[in-house]
């Protein structure tokens, strides 16, 4: 598989992800199992305005299949806006405009766990990461391991994000670390230790613009197949495998 394309002038950055990260349905599921609801009841206003806030990082990150995301944007900012009209008595009743998302959603989940289960077979146990390290060594007893999406990982910075001072300010004639030799840091303490927990690659007193160059060294790896990403289910730790 090839290396995903980056850009690297000034303070741009551009990561192809198209083959190994999700798509604009894939975030839909992902609000959904985080609000815990229904998909025969999605709450339009609430998913609308966290897709919105998922968005703006997608477009931090210049994904390139950002169109897309856009267009699931449209559409549920449309079904919002059609839910908010008031119905008049005497009025023939609109189908539910929520229907236009839960079909083609329901479909799709159907479709993407048949996937998942074909993925699946053959690959179970340890036998999924590299021989050097097992996993379980690493991730607090936890029995069960999940791979880590994109949406995931979002989730995680934006924790990390939050914690950095707003004084901490992009130094612009400061020395900056390319994302390929952020890449090369990242394998260089992988191929020592075997795996180094999510939290770990960040540096203590970071800038963000050192934060998103990490992150974007991650992606890189993982578009390249050269890190695995998984969660403890129990102890909820994000580490990173070299593979």
């Known amino acids: 598989m090839s290396a995903a394309d980056i850009s690297t002038s000034g303070s741009d950055y551009k990561v192809i992800l198209e083959d190994i990260f999700e798509g604009p349905m894939d975030l839909l599921v992902h609000l959904i199992k985080k609000n815990e609801v229904d998909i025969y009841d999605i709450p339009v206003a609430l998913v609308t305005e966290q897709y919105l806030a998922y968005l703006e990082w997608i477009q931090l990150l210049n994904i ?3 169109g897309d ?8 900012t449309q079904i919002k806006s059609r839910m908010l009209l008031p119905f008049h008595p005497g009025e023939e009743e609109e189908e539910d405009p929520r229907l236009e998302l839960v079909r083609p959603l329901a479909e799709y989940l159907q479709i993407k ?3 998942e289960e074909l993925a699946n077979r053959n690959m179970l146990g340890d036998r999924i990461f590299t021989r050097r390290t097992n996993p379980k060594e690493y991730l607090d007893g936890d ?3 999940m791979p880590v999406g994109l949406f ?7 924790r990390i994000l939050q914690k950095v001072s707003k004084e901490h300010t992009v130094d612009m004639a400061a020395e900056r670390v390319s994302v390929k030799d952020r890449m090369n840091a990242i394998i260089a ?8 927990a999510f939290l770990e690659m960040f540096p203590q007193e970071p800038q963000r613009m050192d934060l998103i160059v990490t992150f974007l060294a991650l992606l890189e790896l993982m578009k390249m197949n050269l890190v695995r990403v998984v969660q403890g289910s129990q102890s ?6 070299y593979q």
Do not use: P, Y
Not at 152 to 158: K, P, R, V
Not at 189 to 196: A, C, P
């Open 64 to 66: 390139d299949n950002v």
């Open 69 to 76: 995301f856009l267009l699931m944007a449209a559409t549920l």
């Open 113 to 115: 766990s048949a996937a």
């Open 143 to 145: 029995q069960d391991l």
């Open 152 to 158: 995931e990982l979002i989730d995680a910075f934006q």
């Open 189 to 196: 303490v992988l191929e020592e230790k075997g795996s180094i």
């Open 236 to 241: 909820g730790t994000i580490r990173l495998f």
